[in-house]
């Protein structure tokens, strides 16, 4: 075995370059991982849920207010008009004190909406606009995507329907 000395013309190993590159990949692979936990940690996923088994509970319960629905014979019809502002759901099959529209957006729950419809005449429901947030007629003119729900008063049926918008009539 030989000794290098202060004479011996070879580097030593921190001299050459490949060590260098070899030690990089690890380094940086620690590194990534380190900025993904950090990620993680700091923006955690909101879609996963950890009461998984008590929501696929409350799917089931959500599709016994669909079989009631088709059990009824319920259908409807939602006609909005964007120049008068107006909407009206003519409701088949059954009478209701209030129907209840509800809108979801496909991905930002904070533009989701509840909509209330009162009778005017018979299977005919217009809309009671509450809140300051716009018609629904205007609502339904912009570019979108949208989970509509009806329901009844009591709760105990629903109807619903996935929506591109704009539209200005809607059978469910």
């Known amino acids: ?3 290098t000395t202060a004479t011996d013309p ?3 190993w921190y001299q050459h370059r490949w060590p260098w590159v070899l030690m990089s990949i690890p380094f940086a692979a620690v590194l990534f991982g380190i900025f993904m936990v950090v990620t993680a940690l700091r923006y955690p996923d909101d879609v996963v849920a950890d009461t ?9 319960q959500l599709r016994a207010l669909d079989e009631m629905a088709h059990t009824l014979g319920l259908s409807a019809s939602l006609i909005s008009s964007a120049e008068n502002g107006r ?10 004190t209030v129907l209840q529209l ?3 957006h496909v991905t930002d729950s904070s533009a989701d909406r509840r909509y209330l419809f009162s009778p005017r005449a018979q299977g005919v429901y217009e809309g009671v606009y ?3 947030d716009g018609t629904l007629a205007a609502l339904l003119a912009q570019r979108g995507v949208w989970y509509l729900e ?5 709760d105990n049926w629903r109807l619903r329907k996935r929506v591109e ?6 059978e469910f």
């Open 52 to 60: 998984y088994y008590r929501d696929g509970q409350g799917i089931n």
């Open 165 to 170: 918008t704009p539209i200005t009539r809607l």
């Open 87 to 96: 909407s009206q759901l003519l409701l088949g099959g059954g009478e209701e």
């Open 150 to 154: 009806l329901r009844g008063e009591q």
């Open 130 to 132: 509450e809140s300051e």
């Open 102 to 104: 509800f809108l979801y």
């Open 10 to 12: 070879r580097p030593h």
């Open 1 to 3: 075995m030989s000794q």
